[in-house]
């Protein structure tokens, strides 16, 4: 069974930067993952940040960005403000079926 | 603009079949590349991609889910309806159905919050 990884916490400083990575228990992630995030905030539903890598969506603050780092794809935020404390998930595609990541639980402090 | 709205029981015993429907505008399944999927989340847990159909029949299931799980649409009533059977404790979770495109899953419902009990 393919298995998403995220770290399951992070904490960053108000105005710090912070990256986020999303593993696939197959091996490298590449842009054939088609890597999408997603904020979730508790009691809402997710809401879509990026999508195939680095794509920001019409309503992706700019300081969120998406790359692949080391294998594995990447979720930057830069420039953290005190409203990205959330959940964050990653996205994966496997040749027909898509699998999401366990979620990170970003902590703004 | 687009807009996808989860509906279908709130309570459901062990053991039976439960169906849940996505009613959609804004966006047609007849589009090429355009998708309607379903993801749950069991409350305070992560969230779990379910199943995905295309304009043209096209069909994909978590392979954990497979046997269980069958999605099936309604292009004329925008309609994308997702079937599962057995329903145990463990499947109580919030349904979200979500319009995929350009490999995005870009626009979301507001979810179900589906029980399963007895």
């Known amino acids: 069974q393919t298995v998403v990884t995220q770290e399951p916490s992070l904490t960053v400083s108000p105005g710090g930067t912070v990256t986020l990575t999303c593993a696939s228990s197959t091996g490298a992630v590449t842009s054939g993952y088609y890597p999408n995030w997603f904020q979730q905030k508790p009691g809402q539903a997710p809401r879509p940040l990026i999508y195939t890598t680095s794509n920001k969506h019409s309503w992706t603050p700019g300081r969120f960005s998406g790359s692949l780092l080391g294998g594995k794809a990447a979720l930057t935020l830069s420039g953290v403000q005190p409203e990205d404390e959330a959940e964050y998930y990653c996205l994966l595609y496997y040749g027909g079926a898509w699998v999401f990541g366990g979620g990170t639980k970003l902590t703004v402090l | 603009q687009i807009t996808l709205k989860e509906s279908g029981p709130t309570l459901v015993k062990p053991t039976q079949t439960l169906t849940l429907t996505c009613t959609f505008s804004?966006?047609?399944?007849?589009?090429?590349?355009?998708?309607v999927g379903w993801i749950r989340q069991p409350p305070g847990k992560a969230l779990e991609w379910l199943a995905l159909?295309?304009?043209?029949?096209?069909?994909h299931y978590s392979p954990s889910l497979k046997s269980r799980l069958t999605i099936t649409k309604d292009t004329s009533q925008n309609h994308v309806v997702l079937t599962m059977t057995n329903v145990d404790p463990v499947d109580t979770a919030t349904y979200y159905c979500?319009?995929?495109?350009?490999?995005?899953?870009?626009?979301w419902g507001q979810g179900t919050l589906v029980t399963v009990s007895s």
């Open positions: 159909i295309y304009g043209n029949d096209g069909k």
């Open positions: 804004g966006f047609s399944l007849t589009t090429g590349g355009v998708a």
């Open positions: 979500a319009h995929r495109q350009n490999s995005a899953f870009d626009y």
